[in-house]
């Protein structure tokens, strides 16, 4: 099946599809195993270390948590959200986004990555601390025709993921929606504060079937809405009732700091998750970004190590809490360390600037000048492919957190500017204030490392491994 049409492909997907959404209960496990067949056939002469085998089993055991995550979707979640998710996210993103990117990363000789974030505005009807949205201003928009030509561009390269960012996301609800209708074999997901979610959003999710939603929350009641305003908890919860209703996938963004940090990973609140209908936590480790950052907020070592441990705990499929976590900063031994630059993925602002990273606001190209394939050429994110990774030790993935010493060289080397609008801030100034919590980590980090051992990656989408395959061969 590796050497089908794409079109050939889909079609067998969706026949796979129809056939366990429509099947009774007691044959939907072996209907799953056809799936993941045909994803295994489809990556046939990949290199590509997805457990197919591994995955079946878990599926197998009726007293095991996959097993359990697994009917609480077909249960709970409406089958035109199930069915469109399956066929976009597992075949379109995941399988035939994956082949296609790494085709284009060979092609073009740069890095294409599988997910896009942007930011349909910079406006948002919160202002929570440490957000880095508040550091552009809140009067910039990206319009519908830009952002739909990035998609368009994007399909070319492979990329059918696509996040939304902000700002506040679903002040721009009807225009993101406009693209999930248009761009239907695509899969969105939007970064929210959830204070938007109305019974006619919920219904065009549900019509659409590809939009998903992150609802950020740092913790219960009074830290949450120390840090977001008050009443803001009370609105989330009633918002993930709403969408739980309406048999829709969302879950949530967590920043976890100093402060929250043992709160965000308890029993206590990961059971209101799960009880709330959230299928996804996806915890970011904060950032000192920007001029006016509170470094204090930074976690210590003994919670980043705790989190480690904790975050991993939750999303054991055998035997954990029924929630898929991931902590981007402690996850870094599964994708390879830093994905930004291109890699995996790289963030367009709402003023159009295309920067490495979400939390790295410098650029040298925008999106109303430049075409997607001309920014992943630009010096910065052709400099970060040529230094990924920043560390062999995947504990120790950024170049601004864990590897000061790299990003204000990157940034002084190929000219990018600061695309803060309300007040830059210079790289130096930046990676100043990680400096300490780096050498501080760095220890903890060798420790867990060598813990276990580490497989390597049979594609890990780094220029060194590919030089080292055009030496080989000459």
């Known amino acids: ?5 794409h079109g050939a492909g889909r079609l067998a997907f969706s026949t796979a599809i129809n056939g366990a959404l429509q099947c009774s209960e007691a044959d939907r496990d072996k209907m799953l195993r056809k799936i993941l067949t045909l994803g295994q056939k489809y990556m046939s002469g990949e290199k590509f270390d997805f457990d197919f085998q591994g995955m079946s089993e878990m599926l197998e055991d009726e007293e095991g948590t996959l097993n359990q995550y697994v009917k609480r979707l077909f249960d709970e979640i409406h089958p035109n959200v ?48 440490g957000c880095w949205a508040a550091e552009y201003g809140n009067k910039l928009n990206l319009s519908f025709e830009e952002m739909d030509h990035v998609i368009e561009q994007g ?22 929606l406009r693209l999930c209708k248009k761009h239907h074999d695509c899969v969105f997901l939007a970064y929210t504060n959830g204070t938007l979610v109305d019974e006619v959003l919920c219904r065009e999710m549900q019509r659409m079937g590809n939009f998903y939603l992150a609802i950020s929350l740092e913790g219960f009641d009074e830290v949450n809405d120390l840090r977001r305003g008050e009443g803001v908890f009370r609105k989330v ?12 996938i969302f879950g949530t963004s967590i920043c976890y700091t100093s402060k929250n940090a043992e709160t965000v990973v308890s029993d206590e609140f990961v059971d209101l998750l799960v009880e709330k209908g959230n299928r996804y936590a996806l915890y970011f480790h904060y950032m000192p970004v920007g ?48 994905i930004a630059g291109g890699r995996n993925y790289f963030h367009i602002n709402a003023n159009g600037d295309a920067e490495p990273c979400v939390f790295i606001h410098y650029s040298n190209a925008n999106i109303r000048t430049h075409t997607l394939l001309e920014i992943l050429k630009q010096p910065i994110f052709m400099a970060y492919r040529d230094h990924q990774p920043f560390n062999k030790n995947h504990l120790r993935p950024c170049p601004m957190l864990e590897n000061p010493e790299f990003l204000a060289k990157l940034v002084q080397e190929t000219g990018a500017k600061s695309t803060d609008l309300q007040s830059p801030e210079a790289p130096e100034h930046l990676c100043a204030k990680c400096h300490e919590y780096a050498k501080n980590w760095a220890p903890c980090a060798e420790e867990l490392w060598e813990e276990k051992p580490h497989t390597k990656r049979s594609y890990e989408n780094y220029k060194a491994e590919k030089e080292e395959k055009t030496k080989s061969v000459s």
């Open 155 to 176: 399909k070319e390269l492979g990329i059918y993921f696509y996040m939304f960012t902000g700002g506040e996301p679903l002040v721009r609800k009807a225009d993101i």
């Open 82 to 129: 199930l069915k469109t998710t399956l066929l976009n996210l597992g075949f379109e993103a995941f399988f035939h986004g994956t082949k296609t990117t790494r085709k284009m990363r060979e092609r073009y000789q740069c890095n294409v990555p599988w997910v896009i974030l942007m930011d349909p505005t910079s406006a948002c009807n919160l202002h929570c601390t």
């Open 237 to 248: 919860m009633d918002a993930m009732d709403l969408l739980k209703e309406y048999g829709l």
């Open 1 to 5: 099946m590796g050497t089908v049409s």
């Open 291 to 338: 001029n006016d950052a509170a470094v204090e907020l930074l976690p210590s070592v003994e919670q980043r190590k705790m989190m480690y441990h904790r975050v991993r705990e939750i999303r054991d499929m055998r035997h954990g809490k029924g929630l898929f976590t991931m902590d981007f900063q402690n996850d870094g031994e599964y994708v390879g360390g830093c």
